[in-house]
């Protein structure tokens, strides 16, 4: 398996998230070189390289030396094919933190042989949205059969990056769900529901609101239907253009946001679930994306391919290598 440069790449370094990725792969001791398409922006301390993402000559020179590439520039319909193509030219892994569904599958369908082929791992939707659920849900069932299977997501505040914002204007794709082991268009108008969560979130009604994770979580689980809600204070808020970015209130830059996701097996409360917490759903994405790419460094992943997080590493193990401070998890609570 590839992995043994020990730098890794960070297209999109100088965004919201790429920032907690850059500062939690440096607290790491990896080598990182930044990269973007406007070098005053790129960060200090650490190699910097311009490449526009239609740039493929650019694209290669940035690449160059590195070992896993971590792609954190939206939309990822339009940045996720090029960069995947630059690492692999590479000889590089690569992972991205994408929410678009349309992404991943693509990913998935377009990368699995040529990544095969080149003995790296191509990982997308690594982060909260994607990546978060699918570790909680494998680390629930494994390799057991479920006939139903629910993520639901509570933020006390969304405050949404520009990012998030010209995602969500570039992502007109129909949102899909899956219905008797088969994806399919989500029903619209969307369901709503109502889901009690602990403290300090409680009671809260859920739009149906599917992200990345119905990509990741049917890629490789056993799962007969899947469904995925959002609070529905949290979904106002992004959708309000006068909801403001987030604003850093510690010291990591971290917003105040609080969140809180579980995953259910089963149609009713008392199911077993697997839940998780912390603050801020575009800082816990950081040391996410950076286990992931200090594991295949190390050549600590299953196998080469285009995988799902929770496919790649072992998804329990994956889970406990956090710090409470960084995300807190629980299993099979009633």
Not at 52 to 77: E, K, S, T, Y
Not at 287 to 305: C, M, Q, S, T, Y
Request: hydrophobic share 45%; with cysteine.
């Amino acid at each position: 398996m590839a992995g043994n440069k020990g730098v890794v790449a960070v297209y999109g370094a100088s965004g919201h998230t790429g920032a907690f990725v850059v500062a939690e792969l440096l607290r790491r001791g990896l080598g990182v070189v930044a990269v973007g398409r406007d070098a005053a922006r790129l960060p200090a301390g650490v190699t910097g390289r311009v490449a526009a993402i239609d740039d493929p000559d650019a694209l290669d020179r940035a690449l160059q030396g590195c070992a896993v590439v971590i792609n954190c520039a939206g939309p990822f319909l339009d940045t996720a094919s090029p960069l995947v193509e630059a690492a692999l030219r590479a000889g590089a892994s690569y992972i991205d933190v994408t929410a678009e569904q349309a992404s991943a599958q693509a990913t998935f369908e377009r990368y699995d042989e040529p990544a095969r082929a080149a003995g790296v791992a191509v990982i997308p939707a690594a982060g909260f949205y994607g990546g978060l659920a699918d570790l909680l849900a494998t680390a629930l069932v494994g390799a057991d059969r479920v006939d139903d299977l629910t993520v639901a997501v509570a933020l006390d505040r969304w405050w949404p990056t520009e990012g998030t914002r010209r995602t969500g204007e570039r992502n007109r794709v129909p949102r899909v769900v899956l219905d008797n082991g088969q994806l399919v268009p989500m029903p619209v108008p969307a369901s709503r529901t109502q889901w009690t969560f602990d403290a300090p979130h409680g009671v809260q009604a859920m739009d149906e609101l599917p992200f990345s994770e119905i990509i990741t979580i049917s890629r490789h689980l056993d799962v007969g239907n899947l469904r995925a809600y959002l609070n529905s204070t949290s979904l106002a808020d992004v959708r309000n253009d006068a909801t403001p970015t987030p604003t850093a209130v510690d010291a990591q830059g971290r917003s105040a946001q609080k969140f809180a996701m579980e995953v259910r097996a089963g149609g009713s409360e008392g199911s077993p679930r697997a839940v998780a917490w912390g603050q801020d759903i575009y800082a816990v994405t950081a040391p996410l994306v950076a286990e992931a790419a200090e594991r295949i460094l190390k050549g600590d992943f299953n196998r080469a391919g285009a995988l799902a997080l929770a496919e790649a590493f072992d998804a329990e193990d994956f889970l406990r290598s956090f710090t409470p401070d960084q995300l807190s998890f629980r299993l099979g609570v009633a």
